[in-house]
Each structure stands twice: as C-alpha cells, then as structure tokens.
C-alpha cells in the first residue's frame, strides 16, 4: 500500500467517528508518526472479535471444503 494511500484512509476512518481513530504527529527533530487513540484500540479489538466470532461460525463449513480439495483425498 502506498503512503498516500495510508494517509487517505486514516482520513477517511477519522471522519467516520465523532472521534479521532488515530493522531498524528508532525515530522520534524523527533519524527512524525502516527498512533492509535483509545478509540483506535478499541475499535481495533471490537473487530478483532468479530473477525474471531465469524471464523468459529465457518469453521465446520470450512473443514468440510478443506476436506474436499483436490490433493487432500481420503485413504
């Protein structure tokens, strides 16, 4: 990913809250940056939740594909 491409969509989630989703920090002697804010973070860990509350859901589903691959047959 590109640096602008970053850049536009840190803009693009910080305008999505009524808070900020990360702060940046001006370059200069110590360097520019960015960080999560608490937002952030728990915006991050909420997702993360999610992520792991779909993976258990299709996970049957996705072992019985799995089982099915060419390469991988039974016996």
Known sequence: MSYRRAW??????NGMFEEAVIQT????????G???T???HRLVRNY???EDKAQAAVNAE???LAANLV???RG
């Open 8 to 13: 536009l969509l840190i803009d693009e989630l």
């Open 62 to 64: 996705l072992s019985e």
């Open 48 to 50: 993360r939740a999610m």
């Open 38 to 40: 608490r937002l952030g």
């Open 25 to 32: 920090k001006h370059g200069g002697m110590a360097g520019g």
């Open 71 to 73: 390469g991988r047959r």
């Open 34 to 36: 960015a960080e999560l």
